[in-house]
């Protein structure tokens, strides 16, 4: 029962599932197709993971003061997910899609016994989709703690 009760880690849910409902709506008025697939994928506008840490981390500084050390850790807890987002994983979705570019072209040259398989590309986000994100996860943070 007191996990079912535990405000933070519903806001954190709560606002990870609002970014991916976002997200497939945007794709639906942007490119104008339905795909609900995205719900379940990483990138993309705006940046689910930004939300919900962000989400978290307001939370606990409307819950517990901004000034304590719950606070602290989660903030830069947020900002670590939010660097890797815009860092690693971007660099590596990059470097993963180049590469099977790479091993398409060597495909045709090679043909015969050359068939690796390509690379599953995860996506990072832009400093835009990040910065939404967490703007999402504020907003999401201070509607869930002033309503409920």
Same mark, same amino acid.
């Given at each position: ?6 405000? =933070? =880690?519903?806001?954190? *849910? ?15 008025? =942007?490119?104008? /197709?339905? /795909? +609900?697939?995205?719900?379940? $994928?990483?990138? #993309?506008?705006?940046? @689910?993971?930004?939300?919900?840490? !962000?989400?978290?981390?307001? #939370?606990? &500084?409307?819950? %517990?003061?901004? #000034?304590? +050390? ?7 807890? @947020? ?11 971007? @660099? ?15 495909? $045709?040259?090679? /043909?015969?016994?050359?068939? +690796?398989?390509?690379?599953? !590309?995860?996506? #990072?986000?832009? %400093?835009?989709?990040?910065? *939404? &994100? ?12 002033? =309503?409920?």
């Amino acid at each position: 029962m007191e996990l079912l009760s535990n405000q =933070l =880690l519903w806001t954190g *849910v709560a606002a990870s599932l609002a970014a991916q409902i976002i997200k497939v709506l945007l794709i639906l008025l =942007l490119e104008r /197709r339905w /795909r +609900p697939a995205a719900f379940m $994928e990483t990138g #993309g506008m705006p940046s @689910s993971h930004s939300c919900m840490v !962000v989400a978290l981390t307001t #939370g606990l &500084g409307i819950q %517990y003061g901004f #000034g304590g +050390p719950l606070f602290a850790v989660s903030a830069v807890f @947020s900002l670590i997910v939010m660097y890797d987002a815009t860092g690693v994983r971007r @660099s590596s979705g990059m470097q993963a899609a180049l590469l099977n570019l790479l091993l398409e072209e060597l495909r $045709e040259v090679v /043909r015969e016994g050359f068939a +690796p398989a390509p690379l599953r !590309v995860f996506l #990072g986000h832009t %400093y835009v989709e990040v910065f *939404v &994100g967490a703007l999402l996860g504020v907003l999401v943070a201070v509607v869930s703690f002033h =309503l409920f």
